[in-house]
Each structure stands twice: as C-alpha cells, then as structure tokens.
Nanobody, 127 residues
C-alpha cells in the first residue's frame, strides 16, 4: 500500500512563497501520475496541479486556472518525491493541501480513492 507524507505547509503573508513536498513509499512512484488537491473550510476539494509520469506521459503538467503562473509542480523520481512550489500566495489559497496518487490530468469529477491520499498539510495565507 502506498504511503504519502506531505510537509512544508505553514503560515505566510500574502505575496510570500511556500514549497510543499510529498514523499511516497510502498509503491512504484515513477509509474504514477501525482498531484495536489486542496480543501478550504466549507468548500469542496479541488485539484490544484498534477504531473504525469515521465516515461509514459512525458511529465506533462496541469494547473487549475487560479494558480497558473504562480504554482509549479515537479517531481524527483530518484527521491520518490513530488513538489508544489507556491509563489505570490493569496489569502484564497488558504486550505489543507493533499498529495494524491493517480489524479486526473485535467478537470474531472473523478476523485481518487482514499488510499491514494496523504494526510494533508495546512497552508494559511494572511492578508
């Protein structure tokens, strides 16, 4: 069973930056598409960014429109780690961010099963 452990969340002022990391174990990381979801209080989960496997899908990336140009997703297969670099953060980015295995690589109603989620890391952006 895959285990996903996120780190890097915290409190930052608007305009600041954070880098989230997610390290996977127990699976075949290099063969998995990976992504980040977030959920703010009272709101539905939303896919923030996704990155495809390098071998099969060329490492293609997807970003939701509200984070394009500010967030960058990347992966290091040698370290079994996926990153989310978040720049120019806004208060509306405040949420719990979850690392997810095999997310959709674009807008979709599909939600990966519970076993493919990390425990989440809190990101809070103050105005």
């Amino acid at each position: 069973q895959v285990q996903l452990v996120e780190s890097g969340g915290g409190l930052v002022q608007a305009g600041g930056s954070l880098r989230l990391s997610c390290t996977a174990s127990g699976g075949t990381f290099s063969s998995d598409d990976m992504g980040w979801y977030r959920q703010a209080p009272g709101k539905e989960r939303e896919l923030v960014a996704a990155i495809a496997t390098i071998t099969w899908n060329g490492g293609n990336t997807y970003y939701r429109s509200s984070v394009k140009g500010r967030f960058t997703i990347s992966r290091d297969n040698a370290k079994n780690t996926v990153y989310l670099q978040m720049n120019n953060l806004k208060p509306e980015d405040t949420a719990i961010y979850y690392c997810v295995r095999d997310p959709p690589l674009g807008p979709s109603t599909y939600i990966p099963p519970a076993n493919d989620w990390g425990q989440g890391t809190q990101v809070t952006v103050s105005s």
